[in-house]
């Protein structure tokens, strides 16, 4: 008489063969996610650009505090100077320098010492709008 079903043998081998899929699974899922809110927060510098400078040409100055002229979230603690803002990575870190002139400059820079998530965005985002003086101001009108 032939028994159904499985033996104990059968059973521990499905479930390290599934115990070694899940440990090489996981930690892909996570770096995933990681890059997800990296991109995400790469492109929300890059709406802020685009929102300052939106906001410059069509109000003739700046407002003062770069929060105040995009939906971007900014951090809640503004530095010394009214002009600056930073932006905030999802860990809660502040990464990114918004100041604004009243000659229609609009500084990016990274803030030094990066780490973590904040400096996988700060090398997403590169060249293009970091440590950049963005001019809205006069005839010279750059959107990049």
């Known amino acids: 008489m032939k028994r159904a079903g499985f033996t104990m043998i059968e059973l521990i081998f499905v479930i390290v063969i599934l115990g070694i899929l899940a440990a090489v ?8 996610r990681d890059d997800a809110k990296a ?6 510098i890059s709406q802020a650009v685009n929102d ?5 040409v069509g109000h003739g100055s700046f407002s003062g505090d770069s929060k105040d002229m995009t939906n971007v979230k900014f951090s809640e603690s503004n530095l010394s100077d009214s002009t600056d803002s930073y932006y905030q990575v999802p860990a809660g870190t ?11 400059e609009l500084n990016v820079t990274n803030k030094s010492g990066a780490t973590g998530l904040c400096k996988t965005v700060q090398g997403i985002i590169g060249n293009n709008d970091m440590n950049k003086t963005h001019s809205f101001g006069g005839s010279s009108i750059d959107f990049n």
């Not at 991109?39 to 929300?44: H, L, Q």
């Not at 502040?94 to 229609?104: H, L, R, V």
């Open 25 to 32: 699974a996981v930690p892909k899922l996570n770096a995933t």
């Open 39 to 44: 991109t995400k927060a790469a492109t929300e």
């Open 52 to 56: 300052i400078g939106t906001y410059y």
């Open 94 to 104: 502040d990464c990114i320098k918004f100041a604004t002139d009243n000659a229609g």
